[in-house]
């Protein structure tokens, strides 16, 4: 078991290993930090929404399990909460979109 | 003692009425949620043709169309999960369910994809159009609000 966490280690080392690093002083190209930023906001948000999501349904369906006479009440509570929830993601990538144009 | 006992009788009768119209009112919420979608659909789509041109009233239009589906969708998958839930009402396939919840955010990609390559200056229409539901529950909300103050619900 270490020995495959250390090899999982040296894969994720070898993952800032760029061969860009090892070029000499020549000027490269401009990067393009926009795009790049865009797609880990992206990525944090849609993780942040799958989160939220998932802990939403859980509770939603423990307290399901527990009484089920309540079901009008958290279904409404569930459905506005999962469109809500979403909604972030997307406004997420209406700014992304408006920013990387 | 005995018009005490009939005024309490009715007191408990006032507010138990009260309560039943305050669960009636609130039940209705997802469907009067849908009609404002329906409505702000159809207004802000001519709204848009009218203020901003064709191309991104159509995008609003493709995207108004899929978020009420959208939501349409996710009405069914809550209302199917919560059947297997409470093991009550028509149980659909866990499968089912799952297909049509992925299915959403595929229709939406393939939506975006479409109008991108399309017409790419409708983009921000289909973007917007996106936003329906919370256009939609930021109604009732108002609503909502409206019926507590006037009616006292």
Known sequence: MRKLS???MALSLLCF??????????????????????????????????????????????????????????QLALILGLALIESL????????????? | MGSGYVKLERESENSQSGFNASESFYSGALDRIRRFMLVLWIALSVGGWLRFGWRLALGFACGCGIAYLNF???????????????????????????VRFLLRYFLMALGGYIILSVTPASLYGFLAGLSLVVAGIACEAAYE?????????
């Open chain 1, 17 to 74: 290993v760029v061969p860009a690093f090892a070029q000499g002083g020549e000027a490269a190209a401009p990067v393009n930090w926009v795009a790049i930023t865009a797609g880990f906001s992206m990525a944090i948000a849609s993780a942040g929404c799958g989160l939220a999501q998932a802990r939403a349904t859980a509770a939603a369906a423990e307290g399901l399990g527990r009484n089920p006479a309540a079901r009008p009440g958290i």
């Open chain 1, 6 to 8: 250390y090899l999982f």
């Open chain 2, 72 to 98: 349409y969708w996710l009405k069914r998958v809550v209302s199917g999960m919560a059947d297997r839930i409470a093991q009550t009402g028509k149980q659909q396939s866990g499968k089912g369910i799952v």
């Open chain 1, 89 to 101: 993601a997307l406004y997420t990538l209406v700014i992304i979109f408006a920013k990387v144009k």
């Open chain 2, 145 to 153: 609000i409206y019926a507590a103050l006037a009616r006292g619900m």
